[in-house]
């Protein structure tokens, strides 16, 4: 019995460090919530004072800047990687004032891979600014713009 529940244990960690996933945690207390809202939505704040700048050339409301555009794609990319972690904390049980819909809990693999797909533009985007296809870079800045949509349209209350 006792060998079996620590194999389970174990396959189950192993499981999650090839995944990569971390291990979606309830919030323990309203504070642990509130305080987890808090964090998730700066993230957030971060994520879109680096996207800003990109729409915006995108739109040609400001001129191409590859250098923003570069370090903003990098910074974007490692926002994402944080992401998994930010929005795992599981805060359905407590009445925080949260633009979180109940369903990021209930099909977390799918949030993981919105997180991916922004990863990938992100990435993406750098390819594209490091080789100089002005004529990409358009379409390169609105795949990350999709890839937030994509999340928001699930998962985000309006
Ligand atoms: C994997 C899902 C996901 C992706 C990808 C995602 N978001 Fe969000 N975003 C959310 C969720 C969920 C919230 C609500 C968080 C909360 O209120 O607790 C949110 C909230 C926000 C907020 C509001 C933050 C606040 O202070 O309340 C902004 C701004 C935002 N996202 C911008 C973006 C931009 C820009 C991108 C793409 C570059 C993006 N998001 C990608 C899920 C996502």
């Known amino acids: 019995m006792t060998f079996k529940f620590v ?3 174990a396959g189950t960690a192993l499981l999650a460090t090839m995944t990569g ?3 979606a945690a309830e919030a323990v207390s309203e504070k642990h919530a509130e ?3 808090e964090y998730r939505q700066s993230l957030f704040q971060l994520v879109k004072s680096n996207m800003g700048p990109l ?3 995108a739109k040609g409301a400001i001129p191409y800047n590859e250098e923003v555009m570069m370090t903003n794609a990098v910074r974007l990319e490692q926002l994402a990687d944080m992401m998994v972690d930010y929005l795992s904390v599981d805060t359905r049980k407590f009445d925080v004032d949260t ?3 109940d ?3 209930e099909n977390f693999p799918n949030v993981e891979e919105k997180v991916s797909a922004l990863k990938t533009a992100a990435a993406n985007l750098q390819s594209v600014v490091e080789a100089g296809n ?3 870079y358009r379409s390169a800045i609105g795949n990350v713009g999709a890839s937030c949509k994509s999340c928001h349209d699930d998962y985000k209350k309006d």
């Open 103 to 105: 369903a990021i809990w």
């Open 21 to 23: 996933s971390a291990f």
């Open 134 to 136: 002005e004529s990409e």
């Open 35 to 37: 305080a987890a809202v």
């Open 7 to 9: 194999r389970t244990l």
């Open 99 to 101: 633009g979180a819909k």
């Open 55 to 57: 729409g915006g050339m």
